[in-house]
């Protein structure tokens, strides 16, 4: 015969906030092959950018997705997290950028890009496409992304 089942009364845990991560600290755990950095400002400026494209739909998220769009011939920014762990899941992505005269950048967290993307998940890479909505945000991210020094 089997026992009934018992309720387990929930816990009433309350979980304290991590304190958040300066912009030092993350570029500390940042890989070798994240150039060229984004500064603070720029970082503030993709992860506002890619808020807003997110709202509008006009991003690609995703190491496969942006890479099946870039060889498509779509045009834009990519965003690439700087502590993505193993470097192999995209290290091909900045040579295709370069090949398709795309221009890129890396920010400091993944899980900060995943967020300002609209999920809860960590994300790697995102293509930020134009929108008539956000074209200034846009505009100003480009020029400067534009102007980052390349690796050589």
């Known amino acids: 015969m089997k026992s009934p089942k018992v309720k387990r009364e929930k816990l009433d845990v309350v979980m304290e906030p991590e304190p958040e991560k300066t912009y030092e600290d993350l570029v500390a755990n940042v890989n070798a092959i994240a150039q060229p950095l984004a ?17 509008m739909k006009q991003i690609r998220r995703g190491v496969k997705e942006v890479q099946k769009f870039i060889n498509k011939g779509e045009k834009g920014i990519i965003v690439l997290a700087g502590d993505t762990m193993p470097i192999d899941v995209y290290s091909h992505l900045p040579v295709l950028c370069e090949d398709n005269s795309l221009p890129y950048a890396y920010i400091p967290s993944k899980m ?18 134009p929108h008539e909505e956000y074209k200034e945000s846009y505009a100003e991210c480009l020029d400067e992304v534009q102007s980052l020094p390349q690796p050589v």
């Open 112 to 129: 900060d890009l995943g967020a300002a993307a609209g999920t809860k998940r960590p994300t790697c890479a995102i293509l930020i496409k």
């Open 39 to 55: 500064s603070r400002k720029l970082s503030k400026k993709l992860y506002k950018c890619v808020k807003k494209a997110a709202k």
